[in-house]
T-cell receptor
Framework: DQQVKQNSPSLSVQEGRISILNCDYT??????FLWYKKYPAEGPTFLIS?????DKNEDGRFTVFLNKSAKHLSLHIVPSQPGDSAVYFC????????????FGKGTLLTVNP | DAGVIQSPRHEVTEMGQEVTLRCKPI?????LFWYRQTMMRGLELLIY????????DSGMPEDRFSAKMPNASFSTLKIQPSEPRDSAVYFC?????????FGSGTRLTVV
């Protein structure tokens, strides 16, 4: 039973356009959400996070939106750059979990020049 | 800070052999996690330690897998005997809170 789902295995966008990566979750106990970015032959690196008390968090070109009622979050990258091409993982953790993260399967983003 | 250090980066072994993966977490981090990444299942949590104590090993696939953390600066994940279906990338991560720092991973191939 997958508690964090990234239903799009891949996404391709043109440089300069917006990239939107989606993530759905089923566990209503999740209250903190994170996005990680992974380049080939490297470990995932933290990108941006959001607490369940917020519905938006922005960091430069990256914005994460959280819709708690729909159990859905999305990552927006504007404008997209070729260096953003990577696998993006959505992750979530419930209260009192000792920070144990549950990850989605990832979405491969390709930004074409 | 050198980050989370994993060794080896690549391991090719024959079915039935013992494999040991190693991890040095970031100094001062009190939680350590072992994950396995495959195409089919994505990133799966195998086990995590808090203050060197195993807290949750429910993700360990079977008795062939074992993990230890003898001190705050070292952890091992052992597979004995290894099988071809164990082929994957194994990541170690450490944290002091919500943000994990991952190592570069060990790519294991069992032939």
């Amino acid at each position: 039973d997958q508690q964090v789902k990234q239903n799009s295995p891949s996404l391709s966008v043109q440089e300069g356009r917006i990239s939107i990566l989606n993530c759905d979750y089923t566990n209503s106990m999740f209250d903190y959400f994170l996005w990680y970015k992974k380049y080939p032959a490297e470990g995932p690196t933290f990108l941006i996070s959001i607490s369940s008390i917020k519905d938006k968090n922005e960091d430069g070109r990256f914005t994460v939106f959280l819709n708690k009622s729909a159990k859905h979050l999305s990552l927006h990258i504007v404008p997209s750059q070729p260096g953003d091409s990577a696998v993006y993982f959505c992750a979530a953790t419930p209260r009192g979990s000792n920070y144990k993260l549950t990850f989605g399967k990832g979405t491969l983003l390709t930004v074409n020049p | 800070d050198a980050g989370v250090i994993q060794s080896p980066r690549h391991e090719v072994t024959e079915m039935g052999q013992e494999v040991t993966l190693r991890c040095k977490p970031i100094s001062g981090h009190n939680s350590l996690f072992w994950y396995r990444q495959t195409m089919m299942r994505g990133l799966e949590l195998l086990i995590y330690f808090n203050n060197n104590v195993p807290i949750d090993d429910s993700g360990m696939p079977e008795d062939r897998f074992s993990a230890k953390m003898p001190n705050a600066s070292f952890s091992t994940l052992k597979i004995q005997p290894s099988e071809p279906r164990d082929s994957a990338v194994y990541f170690c991560a450490s944290s002091m809170g919500y943000g994990y720092t991952f190592g570069s991973g060990t790519r294991l191939t069992v032939v």
